[in-house]
């Protein structure tokens, strides 16, 4: 038995027999577009997917983003696949409900072959959709991996991925031409099947602008409120989990580095005490 593999999660609960199949949940995404906000967060853990499914998120991403904030790189081009298997098998064991979705890492993703054989090898662990980065380009890759029947979330604006080439993480859509480019890419990702797009770190009129352009779901970060159909967050900033960087748009609703090292120290008196 494949103790990755969804067959593997829960079973025997009531939700495991009610569960809906990946196309359906991502369909159900799709259809929340001008209906409901959708909610996503990211998670790279059991326990983490668990608590996240158990408070009902919409879509849960397990991103590359747990380069930086669980693997300590300074940033998500160190990131493997062997490192994306791991998680999301991981996470993946944990929910029932919410969507969950694989990010495809840097270099897994250069071919529409190799794209298919690595959105496989995600699905293989649990997940039921893929994230890429980038639009137009991305397109042959994007379809390869749906006609195999695999949803596919699309990330467009800033592109983490390409921090390096950039010099930098550099908010988009500041000009018309950015702008349209921005929705030329999105509308590719649309017209290829993708069933939501990731927008991030783009001007807020400017991805109200997006949004109002396309059919499927946006789902903004660092975009300003209420400018996309959903809103995704980076879960280690909405519980204070990773104290040494926090983006000034994230909003923290916890503090569990606080808590953590005041667990600790307790701990560690308790045990002292004793010789
Ligand atoms: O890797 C990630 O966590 C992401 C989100 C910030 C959208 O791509």
Known sequence: MNLNSRSSRRRGSTAFKMMMKSSEKAKRIRGMKGQKPVSCLTGYDYATGRLLDEAKVDL?????????????FPDTTHVTMDHMLHHTAAVARGVENALVVGDLPIHSYDTPAE???????????????????????????????????????????????????EGGYKKKGK?????????????????????????ESVVGDAAAEITDALEIPTIGIG??????DGEIAVI????????????????????????????????????????
Not at 60 to 72: E, F, H, P, T
Not at 245 to 256: L, N, S, Y
């Open 60 to 72: 849960i991403l397990v991103g590359d983003s747990l380069g930086m904030v669980v693997l300590g």
């Open 115 to 165: 794209a298919l054989a690595n959105a496989k090898k995600l699905v293989a662990c649990g997940a039921d959709a893929v994230k890429l980065e980038g639009g137009v380009k991305q397109v042959e890759k994007v379809k390869a991996i749906i006609d195999a029947g695999i949803p596919v979330f699309g990330h467009m604006g800033m592109l983490p991925q390409r921090v390096l080439q």
């Open 223 to 228: 975009c300003g409120e209420g400018n996309c």
């Open 175 to 199: 000009s018309k031409n950015e702008i349209e480019a921005i929705i030329e890419g999105c509308l590719a990702l649309q017209e290829a099947g993708c069933f939501a797009i990731v927008l």
């Open 236 to 275: 280690t900033d909405v519980v204070g989990a990773y104290p040494w960087f926090v983006p000034p748009f994230a909003t923290v609703r916890a503090d569990i580095a606080k808590d953590t090292k005041r667990a600790a120290v307790e701990y560690i008196a308790a045990v002292k005490r004793r010789s």
